[in-house]
């Protein structure tokens, strides 16, 4: 193999493999994963006729970390396509950096995934969102509304860009930003002073809300958008892993929101080994949004007319989300797929409930599982997940909410009754896209067994 296609291949792995965050990806062994791309490359067997890693070589590689420890693993990026091929691209062209083709390429698929007029990519969903407040318009000491069931990169970039969240209930439905819930608090809790809303409990301008698409599931987003009409409130979405879903038949990005974040991070159905996204329909705000994440720079000279964010994506990670993005339709089918398994396999236990499919959506299933809602919910999806673990079987938790986070506890919020109850019971189990028929059986039977009482 040349010099290029294995760092092409190398990137591949440990690049688009690596999680930065939220439930992580199940790698623990990176030893592992290293001794297998030095040991396997030896073998002519390992490699296509152009040079490039073979699919299995990839599939190998990428589940090392966690075969060393005979796991199933909870959700692994599928590593099997054009990726190899465009990063040796990226390296014989020299254009490694932040200025190349696929990156284009990657803002023009996004945004066709999307069903929006544009797209921007960026070093990570975090910044994303980060740079998206601050160009809608929300400044220091701003209020921020955001559900309290989310990944704390929601609200850490409200406090990136000196705003503090106000933290709203979810519903059962579909475990997002609940808008009854929301109309109520604005209704009792807000005035108007000199033509801005102002939070009455803090004193402090009320400027924009953002919703989460938990799971890939799309809020309800008519009624948030009527509300930030309503109150002259800007939204910005958190859509992380909702690339695929569906909102009323429209897709995740053309939902009225002004503008709408995608992450790549390793763990998502589609990943760049890291990175994220915008996609909006207003040319001038997404105009805007370049400026802020490419250093504010002003001509060709080193002008900046703007204390702007260096949040640029790479063209080696854009190549990487390329190869991932021509093959989103099929993930998200797979996704799917693997959700309904469960779904039908569990559907009559008592006390649990499947994740949630609101009327009005249909989710990406970024991840597959149920909660618990009795009493010991918490206690019980506990205890099965250390008895799935002890099977060989990655089963997680899920996101703890806000206002039990040490940064957030004194953020203002509304009564939480559906996420405390909620959060504690949920159990997301192996949902890769290519998780083999026969792991997901072993899944299955296992967690039956020990609703049964056999364990």
């Given at each position: 193999?040349?010099?290029?296609?294995?760092?092409?291949?190398?990137?591949?792995?440990?690049?688009?493999?690596?999680?930065?965050?939220?439930?992580?990806?199940?790698?623990?062994?990176?030893?592992?994963?290293?001794?297998?791309?030095?040991?396997?490359?030896?073998?002519?067997?390992?490699?296509?006729?152009?040079?490039?890693?073979?699919?299995?070589?990839?599939?190998?590689?990428?589940?090392?970390?966690?075969?060393?420890?005979?796991?199933?693993?909870?959700?692994?990026?599928?590593?099997?396509?054009?990726?190899?091929?465009?990063?040796?691209?990226?390296?014989?062209?020299?254009?490694?950096?932040?200025?190349?083709?696929?990156?284009?390429?990657?803002?023009?698929?996004?945004?066709?995934?999307?069903?929006?007029?544009?797209?921007?990519?960026?070093?990570?969903?975090?910044?994303?969102?980060?740079?998206?407040?601050?160009?809608?318009?929300?400044?220091?000491?701003?209020?921020?509304?955001?559900?309290?069931?989310?990944?704390?990169?929601?609200?850490?970039?409200?406090?990136?860009?000196?705003?503090?969240?106000?933290?709203?209930?979810?519903?059962?439905?579909?475990?997002?930003?609940?808008?009854?819930?929301?109309?109520?608090?604005?209704?009792?809790?807000?005035?108007?002073?000199?033509?801005?809303?102002?939070?009455?409990?803090?004193?402090?301008?009320?400027?924009?809300?953002?919703?989460?698409?938990?799971?890939?599931?799309?809020?309800?987003?008519?009624?948030?958008?009527?509300?930030?009409?309503?109150?002259?409130?800007?939204?910005?979405?958190?859509?992380?892993?909702?690339?695929?879903?569906?909102?009323?038949?429209?897709?995740?990005?053309?939902?009225?929101?002004?503008?709408?974040?995608?992450?790549?991070?390793?763990?998502?159905?589609?990943?760049?080994?890291?990175?994220?996204?915008?996609?909006?329909?207003?040319?001038?705000?997404?105009?805007?949004?370049?400026?802020?994440?490419?250093?504010?720079?002003?001509?060709?000279?080193?002008?900046?007319?703007?204390?702007?964010?260096?949040?640029?994506?790479?063209?080696?990670?854009?190549?990487?989300?390329?190869?991932?993005?021509?093959?989103?339709?099929?993930?998200?089918?797979?996704?799917?797929?693997?959700?309904?398994?469960?779904?039908?396999?569990?559907?009559?236990?008592?006390?649990?409930?499947?994740?949630?499919?609101?009327?009005?959506?249909?989710?990406?299933?970024?991840?597959?599982?149920?909660?618990?809602?009795?009493?010991?919910?918490?206690?019980?999806?506990?205890?099965?997940?250390?008895?799935?673990?002890?099977?060989?079987?990655?089963?997680?938790?899920?996101?703890?909410?806000?206002?039990?986070?040490?940064?957030?506890?004194?953020?203002?919020?509304?009564?939480?009754?559906?996420?405390?109850?909620?959060?504690?019971?949920?159990?997301?189990?192996?949902c890769s896209t290519h998780l083999a028929e026969a792991e997901q059986d072993k899944v299955i039977e296992t967690v039956?067994?020990?609703?049964?009482?056999?364990?």
């Amino acid at each position: 193999m040349s010099g290029y296609n294995f760092f092409a291949f190398t990137f591949v792995v440990l690049s688009a493999c690596a999680d930065a965050g939220d439930i992580d990806a199940g790698f623990e062994d990176w030893n592992a994963v290293f001794f297998c791309i030095t040991a396997q490359s030896a073998s002519a067997a390992a490699f296509r006729s152009d040079g490039l890693p073979s699919t299995n070589l990839c599939c190998e590689a990428a589940a090392i970390g966690v075969s060393k420890h005979h796991m199933i693993p909870l959700c692994v990026p599928n590593i099997s396509g054009n990726e190899g091929k465009y990063l040796a691209e990226c390296v014989t062209s020299t254009f490694v950096s932040t200025i190349g083709p696929f990156v284009t390429r990657f803002e023009k698929m996004v945004a066709e995934a999307a069903g929006s007029r544009g797209a921007v990519a960026t070093s990570a969903g975090t910044t994303a969102l980060h740079a998206a407040l601050v160009a809608v318009g929300v400044k220091r000491d701003d209020i921020v509304i955001c559900p309290a069931l989310t990944f704390i990169a929601s609200a850490n970039a409200i406090s990136h860009a000196g705003a503090t969240p106000w933290l709203f209930d979810v519903d059962w439905s579909s475990w997002t930003i609940d808008p009854i819930v929301v109309a109520h608090e604005l209704a009792n809790g807000t005035e108007r002073r000199g033509g801005e809303l102002i939070h009455i409990e803090t004193g402090r301008r009320i400027s924009a809300i953002l919703p989460v698409f938990t799971l890939g599931i799309p809020a309800d987003m008519d009624a948030i958008i009527g509300i930030a009409r309503d109150y002259g409130l800007k939204v910005v979405v958190d859509g992380a892993a909702a690339l695929g879903a569906i909102y009323k038949g429209n897709m995740s990005g053309a939902l009225g929101a002004d503008l709408t974040m995608y992450s790549f991070n390793g763990n998502k159905t589609v990943t760049a080994g890291g990175g994220g996204a915008v996609a909006g329909d207003d040319e001038a705000l997404l105009t805007r949004f370049r400026h802020l994440t490419t250093t504010g720079r002003v001509g060709a000279d080193y002008d900046h007319d703007v204390a702007a964010f260096n949040y640029r994506m790479t063209n080696l990670q854009a190549a990487v989300g390329c190869a991932q993005m021509e093959r989103l339709d099929d993930f998200v089918a797979a996704k799917r797929r693997i959700a309904a398994r469960y779904e039908d396999a569990f559907w009559n236990i008592e006390g649990i409930n499947n994740f949630p499919e609101p009327d009005w959506a249909g989710s990406a299933a970024w991840f597959s599982g149920f909660a618990f809602h009795d009493d010991d919910a918490g206690e019980r999806s506990y205890a099965l997940r250390a008895h799935l673990r002890e099977e060989g079987i990655d089963a997680r938790p899920f996101w703890k909410p806000m206002h039990n986070q040490k940064p957030y506890f004194d953020a203002p919020r509304s009564p939480m009754p559906v996420t405390d109850r909620l959060w504690p019971g949920v159990v997301t189990l192996p949902c890769s896209t290519h998780l083999a028929e026969a792991e997901q059986d072993k899944v299955i039977e296992t967690v039956l067994n020990w609703f049964h009482g056999k364990h």
